[in-house]
């Protein structure tokens, strides 16, 4: 311990907090976990389905009421304006006021059209609204806390935003008998004022400037053209739910909702290898090192899909710990879902390459053609064959963005004389067949125990088996 200290105190800033930006993740993504197991035994169904409806629409919503402002734009204008950041944070986040209450306006005079279209309740839409206007404050922060790498205050403000709405959500369920989901909304997002508020409020304060023209035309010019990107992406995460809870009820939509929950939790996995991957492939390509990066990508892929294995084999513990029998269906979402993450992953490196050469134009393409690839095949097989096959329209969407990120990489390669390429194709193709496959089939597979923990116990002594040649190739993405 005391030697793990030592060699803390001596990392630079700038890892300390990389360090403690990661556990922030980790610790909201925990507390999340810990919590979903409360929820879904105090809240039946339909109940905890009108919770992931809510979570849908607000993520979809979010991106027109604040333009996704604490996005790229921000961390570009903290070195436009480096000068003047207070100036700019308060500038900016004017803008985001303006808009918010823009639309909340154009919600009030269409009211009942838009309630009846989206299916929750005005009481519901108005604590949207509140989060939707008070919660980006916390976004121009938090990002500015991790531009400047004053990681201290953003660890202390996580952790009391998260262990509070947690706390309070369960207290407030606990202690109502009819609206247990709206009682869950309204403390999370009782929390986001009284925490948030306090950011919001200091944020005009210290920067004392609501309106800039040059700062409002910069963000707006810059962020626009992003928020198809933004939206595909909030399309493919969240329209699921939605349009199950269109066509089947919120009790279907809250059963979907816990099998999302859980295939998603390995995008923790997917996060951490990206950011160590990052540096160290621009690093090579920079040099035109090109010889070896494919064979270390077909190692990282290697564990990844060992990962997602291991969770799809334990698709019924995690059901069981997570929710109550009522929930069980949800074990036949799982597969999809969490090769889903496997497929992201994929598509996350060789986007890499697109975003090396500046090719950003090839990435909004795919991530569109994605999002409309999901809605058009879940208006279809959802009501052909019922909300399970929402998991399969998922993987098909990330499989096909997938494809055309592959092909685009190949030719920006081609275009720039990288040779041997970055991404070679067979193994990811092999793997790729191998993972669809093996999602359809365990399902037959779910009730026969034995033969899911003996394949369960060969993934573990593959790992450890092969855990030297492993921290190896972990190690060799942290060299710059």
């Not at 790229?72 to 070195?79: A, D, E, Q, S």
């Not at 198809?228 to 969240?238: D, E």
Request: aromatic letters at 16%; glycine letters at 4%; a positive charge.
């Amino acid at each position: 311990m005391i030697k793990i200290l030592e060699t803390y105190k001596k990392l630079p800033i700038q890892a300390k907090a990389s360090l403690w930006f990661v556990f922030c993740n980790v610790f909201q993504k925990g507390i999340a976990l810990i919590t979903t197991p409360i929820f879904t035994r105090i809240l039946t169904t339909e109940q905890y389905g009108i919770v992931n409806v809510y979570n849908a629409w607000s993520s979809l919503l979010t991106i027109f009421f604040t333009l996704n402002l604490s996005y790229g734009v921000f961390n570009k204008g903290l070195v436009k304006y480096e000068s003047s950041r207070d100036q700019f944070t308060s500038s900016i986040q004017g803008l985001s006021t303006t808009v918010a209450l823009t639309l909340i306006g154009v919600y009030f005079i269409f009211k009942d059209i838009i309630n009846a279209n989206i299916g929750l309740s005005t009481f519901l839409m108005i604590i949207m609204f509140f989060e939707m206007l008070i919660y980006p404050a916390l976004g121009f922060w938090s990002a500015r806390q991790r531009f400047e790498y004053k990681y201290i205050k953003l660890v202390i403000v996580t952790a009391l935003l998260t262990v509070f709405n947690a706390s309070l959500s369960v207290i407030a369920v606990l202690n109502t008998e009819i609206y247990k989901a709206e009682a869950k909304l309204s403390a999370s997002v009782l929390v986001i004022i009284l925490v948030c508020g306090t950011i919001y409020a200091r944020n005009f304060f210290r920067g004392k400037q609501f309106y800039n023209k040059e700062i409002w035309m910069f963000a707006l010019s810059f962020n626009i053209p992003l928020i198809p990107h933004y939206l595909s992406q909030s399309v493919l995460n969240q329209t699921d739910r939605i349009m199950i809870d269109k066509f089947y009820g919120s009790t279907e939509a809250g059963i979907y909702g816990v099998a999302y929950s859980a295939g998603m939790l390995l995008t923790i996995f997917n996060s951490a290898l990206i950011g160590s991957i990052t540096p160290w492939m621009y690093d090579l390509i920079k040099k035109k090192n090109y010889n070896g990066v494919a064979r270390k990508i077909n190692g990282i892929l290697s564990l990844m899909l060992l990962i997602i294995l291991a969770l799809i084999l334990f698709a019924p513990e995690a059901i069981r710990v997570l929710a109550s029998k009522e929930y069980y269906q949800a074990v036949y979402i799982i597969p999809p879902v969490a090769a889903s993450v496997y497929f992201m992953f994929m598509y996350n490196i060789v986007c890499l390459i697109e975003f090396y050469f500046e090719k950003t134009k090839l990435v909004l393409v795919a991530s569109v053609s994605g999002a409309i690839l999901n809605i058009a095949l879940n208006l279809y097989f959802i009501p052909q064959f019922g909300y399970l096959a929402a998991g399969y329209t998922t993987l098909a969407s990330y499989i096909f963005m997938s494809f055309l990120h592959f092909m685009f990489a190949a030719k920006i390669q081609k275009n720039n004389h990288v040779f041997p390429s970055l991404i070679e194709k067979k193994f990811p193709v092999i793997s790729s067949l191998f993972l669809v496959l093996f999602s359809i089939l365990i399902n037959f597979f779910y009730n026969q125990s034995i033969l899911r923990y003996g394949i369960i116990l060969c993934i573990l002594f593959i790992s450890f088996w092969k855990r030297k040649k492993i921290k190896q190739q972990l190690l060799e993405f942290k060299k710059r």
